[in-house]
C-alpha cells in the first residue's frame, strides 16, 4: 500500500489491522559520472515498494535528501545538516505514530544517513512511542554481493550501477562505465588516508577525483535484478518478524532492581 495513491478512508482501514509503516530514504548526490544523483532514493523508494507491494504494508513517500556534505563538490549534490535531518525524520516518525503506527523500517540506501537514522530511532525507542530501525539494503546481502562481484566498491560502484540498471536503465550512462572506473578508485582500503589509525580525511573528492569507488563494468541488469530479487527477500522477513513481535518485546528493558527511588 503506497501512502500517496490511497485515499484517507483506505488508509484508516490499514491501520484498523496493522501498525507498521515503511519509510524509504536516500539522497540526492553525485554517484559519478556514469548515475544519476537520485542513485541513492531510486533504489530505497524500489526495494521499499516492492517490499510494500508484496505484503500489504503500508510505504511513504521517500525522504530524498539526507546527510551527504561528503560529496558537496561535486555539482548538484544536495544536502541538509546532520541535525535538521534527524529532526525532520524524527518529526514525520512522530506524526505517523499519531494515525497509530508503533513500528517503522527506514529503508536507506545512504550511507551517510545510517548513524542519524539509528540516533531517530534511539529517542523514539526511550520516549516508548514507536519501534524505529534502519535498514540498508547491501548490508542485509553482503555475501551475495561479495560473491557477484571482484570490487563492490561503497559509492557509485557496480552494486549501484547494477542496481540502477535494473530499476531504471534509461538513467545510467553505459557508455561511461570504463571511464567511471578509470577515472576513481578500485579498492576504497587502498586509498582512505589513515595516520597512526586516525581517519584525516572528511570528503569523498579527497579520496576519488571522479566520485566513486569500484568497478563498474562488471555490472548488469541481470546482476541487477539478482541483488534486487535477494535484497527485497531480506527487507520482508525483516517487516514480518517486526509485526510478529508484541509492542512491548520493543520497548526497552526496565532499570535493574533496586529500582531508583523504590525504598524512599
Ligand atoms: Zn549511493
Known amino acids: 500500500m503506497y501512502l500517496p495513491h490511497r485515499t484517507w478512508p483506505d488508509l484508516g482501514e490499514y491501520v484498523a489491522e496493522e501498525s507498521l509503516a515503511i519509510v524509504p530514504v536516500g539522497s540526492t548526490e553525485q554517484h559519478g559520472p556514469h548515475l544519476p544523483e537520485g542513485t541513492d532514493h531510486m533504489i530505497a523508494e524500489a526495494l521499499a515498494r516492492e517490499a510494500s507491494e508484496r505484503t500489504g504494508y503500508l510505504c511513504t513517500p521517500p525522504i530524498t535528501v539526507g546527510v551527504s556534505p561528503h560529496h558537496r563538490q561535486f555539482h548538484g549534490?544536495?544536502?541538509?545538516?546532520?541535525?535538521?535531518?534527524?529532526?525532520?525524520?524524527?518529526?514525520?516518525?512522530?506524526?505517523?505514530?499519531?494515525?497509530?503506527?508503533?513500528?517503522?523500517?527506514?529503508?536507506?540506501?545512504h550511507g551517510g544517513n545510517v548513524p542519524?537514522?539509528?540516533?531517530v530511532g534511539r529517542r523514539l525507542h526511550e520516549d516508548e512511542v514507536?519501534?524505529?530501525c534502519e535498514w540498508m539494503w547491501d548490508e542485509s546481502i553482503p555475501e551475495l554481493i561479495e560473491e557477484v562481484?571482484?570490487?563492490?566498491?561503497?559509492?557509485?560502484?557496480?552494486?549501484?550501477?547494477?542496481?540502477?540498471?535494473?530499476?531504471?536503465?534509461?538513467?545510467?550512462?553505459?557508455?561511461?562505465?570504463e571511464a567511471a572506473r578509470d577515472g576513481g578508485v578500485q579498492a576504497v582500503a587502498d586509498e582512505q588516508p589513515s595516520v597512526e589509525g586516525a581517519r584525516v580525511f572528511y570528503d569523498?573528492?579527497?579520496?576519488?577525483?571522479?566520485?566513486?569507488?569500484?568497478?563498474?563494468?562488471?555490472?548488469?541488469p541481470e546482476v541487477g535484478e539478482e541483488l534486487f530479487e535477494a535484497a527485497t527477500g531480506a527487507l520482508i522477513r525483516l517487516l514480518e518478524w517486526l509485526d510478529d513481535r508484541p509492542f512491548a518485546h520493543l520497548m526497552p528493558e526496565p532499570h535493574v532492581e533496586p529500582r531508583p527511588g523504590s525504598r524512599r
Do not use: C
Not at 534527524?86 to 499519531?98: I, Q
Not at 571482484?150 to 561511461?176: C, F, N, Q, S, W
Open 77 to 109: 549534490t544536495m544536502w541538509v545538516d546532520a541535525p535538521v535531518f534527524r529532526d525532520y525524520v524524527e518529526n514525520l516518525s512522530r506524526n505517523l505514530t499519531y494515525h497509530g503506527i508503533d513500528r517503522i523500517v527506514y529503508v536507506n540506501a
Open 116 to 119: 542519524h537514522l539509528r540516533e
Open 130 to 132: 514507536a519501534f524505529a
Open 149 to 177: 562481484f571482484e570490487t563492490p566498491g561503497p559509492h557509485g560502484g557496480p552494486k549501484e550501477t547494477a542496481m540502477i540498471m535494473h530499476v531504471a536503465r534509461k538513467l545510467v550512462r553505459e557508455d561511461r562505465l
Open 204 to 220: 569523498a573528492i579527497e579520496v576519488t577525483d571522479n566520485g566513486v569507488l569500484g568497478d563498474q563494468t562488471d555490472a548488469t
